[in-house]
């Protein structure tokens, strides 16, 4: 069971909180004006683990980067770059991913290997690398500015995302911190995103990659803006170890604080990319109580959120209960119909499979709240997950009607 009260969230918190982490970010003409070039430095090489996108098309820049990691396990840099994802570009797009890896490791004095690379933006269209050149030229590790690195790896997002937390392990204060960008193509499986947790312990290979994917299915892999899931996404994690010499393992009779703290620090990113969906005016939580499996609640909260029928509810404040329980019935796991109950906030609005008496403009009142959560209790057993998503506006079609012009 996930405990995070006995974890502290950083006040301003960033990917560089944790010791030995820093990162910069500069405009190379990707973008008209914006910040578009990034990259996130470790003083050593850190232990590193990933997870990727389940599109089959995969962009250039995941194999490149899955390469450096096979190597040994290990990362100090990675680059990003917005407004081209490097993705359905065949043979040159490869070459391209193959020569910024090797001309950000000889700016900075590594391995390739030791170089990870990452686009996002626009699918089909060739990286122009003269432009790209001018950004790794720029990168100077004595000038590390976090904010400049997070403003340069959003697309279509309105804020830039990033967070930190603290927890205590052998009495000794570790860090764990994190920055992400998506906005829109976000859905379970992996989403339109970019993400990347650093921290400061010393984490064994295989038990890092086992506490990412442990958190990805609890939180990453449970958002969803609008059912698209892209080419790129990737979420890279980093242990440098330069605040604890003990290595974590799985094995470890603390290994439970470490799992918590890094599951905290995936859930609030993940939370952070499903409020900023494209267009979107509401953050929707969706929980599955009593469900007959983990699994079974996992893939009942995912048909919920994913509704575009519960989102525009949810965006007209229409407390139409029916577009959840359609929800449910669909998502093609073991249900009673006659069991089901939903709240709206803490607004009865179905019982056992039958409408509840409430209050309509009740229900209307709060779903014009900011927040809005839904809870399902199915009464089929001890299984529970819960999802994040957003509503769906008109600005969603108008965003995407014209992401290329």
Known sequence: MTDFAQLQIIKNGHVTSPKGFKAGGTHCGLRRKKVDFGWLYSEVPATVAGVYTQNAFQAAPLHVTKESIAVEDKLQMVVVNSANANACTGEIGMA?????RKLVAERIGVSEHLVAVASTGVIGVQLPMEKLTKGIEQIDLDQSVTADFEQAILTTDTVTKYVAVEVEI?????TLGGACKGSGM???NMATMLAYITTDANVEAESLQTALKTATNETFNMITVDGDCSTNDT???????MNMQTELTTDHPEWHKFQDAFTLISQLLAKKIAKDGEGATKLVEVNVKQAESTDSARKIAKAIIGSNLVKTAIYGADPNWGRVICAVGYSNQPIDPSKVTVYLGDIKVVENGLPADFSEEEG???LMSENVSVTVELKMGDGEATAWGCDLTYDYVKINASYRT
Do not use: D, M, S
């Open 186 to 188: 976000i859905h379970p």
């Open 170 to 174: 052998e009495g000794k204060v570790i």
């Open 235 to 241: 979420v890279l994690a980093f242990a440098n170890g």
């Open 96 to 100: 391209n991913a193959y020569e910024t």
């Open 364 to 366: 209307k009142e709060y």
